[in-house]
């Protein structure tokens, strides 16, 4: 006998109060949240002034990354309002979460791709999943134009993070960092793509501070990749690049909301070069022991440039002049995993060479 459904574990069972659900609601779940808040000795060191630097590891989440706390809000009420298909567009990781989490509910997932455009440990993700894949012919602000389009009709619901429940299931990774720090950080940096998760982060800080939860809220801090700038710029980009394909996005959804969150909680917006992207997931694998795909590491990235950042004066910098001993959280949204071929292709890693035997093998290594 068990105490509680077995599938009960994830953040809507954690966060049941804090969550638009209620007893009738079915938990479609894969016992996502609850990832790891590591702290980071070296990043802390490089922070200096007796700052403490923590990497909230959501690509430790059941599909790799943390649209999976979205998506068990989603799909949990797309169940509760009796829908049999959903589709979303996707850079990626929205599309294996669907994939993943209409399954468990027993719906149909439709996905639109932009065409060349997926990393193929997340296009494989959709797949495996048992999906409906189409790629279509232009990007993803595209895919997700048409999904509004397709989504006002009543047999397919939308779960994209203009899905309010999206952005619900998103917001406990604050309360998380809020429940094991004992209070809200003073930093919170992101990446920022459709811009969804620096939303949700937010409404989750605001909530637990409003509840008593926490004496303080954090300047909330994104970078977004060079190429792929339209908050920073304060522009549509229309034709999106980088390296970082989770974030390669040039007409956030959530744009609105996310100016409202750096504006309200007196934080910033910056970029990061694809070269700094790269050179920070290499960085923090190497580090720290820590594998993240290149969209994640926009906020390593961002920290690291701000640290060694000597322009003068510089508006957007999030650690210049911080108090001595502020804490910082610094969310890594996705697994390394997922995308391989980018640090393949930035740097040659090939295996040294041996004879089968011991003396052959130490004499490589040096001994
Ligand atoms: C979705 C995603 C992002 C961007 O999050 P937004 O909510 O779109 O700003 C960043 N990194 C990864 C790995 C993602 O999957």
Known sequence: MFRQPLHDRGVISRYRSFLPVNDTTPVVSLNEGSTPLIHSAKLSALTGRGCEVFIKYEGLNPTGSFKDRGMTMAMSKAAEAGKKAVICASTGNTS??????????????VVLLPAGKIS????????????????????????????????ERDDFEVVNSINPFRIEGQKTAS???????????????LPVGNAG?????????????????????????????AGSAPIFYNKVVEHPETVATAIRIGNPASWDQAK?????SKGSIDIVTDQEILDAQAWLAANE???????????????????????????????????EGSTLVLTVTGHGLKDIDAPLKHRSFAP????????????????
Request: hydrophobic share 45%.
């Open 120 to 151: 193929a440990g997340k296009l494989a993700q959709a797949f495996v999943y048992g999906s409906k894949v189409i790629a279509i012919d232009g990007n993803f602000d595209d895919a997700l134009d048409l999904v509004r389009k397709i989504g």
């Open 197 to 225: 998760n620096i939303t949700a982060y937010w409404k989750g800080y605001e909530e637990y501070a409003a509840m008593g939860k926490a004496t303080k809220k954090p300047r909330m801090t994104g970078f977004q990749a």
């Open 289 to 323: 022991g820590i594998f993240i795909e290149p969209g994640s590491a926009a906020s390593v990235a961002g920290l690291l440039k701000c640290l060694d950042c000597h322009r003068e004066p510089c508006a957007t910098c999030p650690v210049r002049g911080i108090p």
């Open 352 to 367: 040294l060479q041996a004879a089968n035997s011991m003396e052959a093998v130490l004499h490589t290594l040096g001994y």
């Open 96 to 109: 294996a979460a669907a994939a993943a989490y209409a399954t468990r509910a027993g719906m149909e997932c």
């Open 175 to 189: 309360f998380e960092i809020i429940d094991e720090l004992g209070d809200a950080p003073d930093i919170h940096i």
């Open 260 to 264: 409202a969150a750096i504006r309200d």
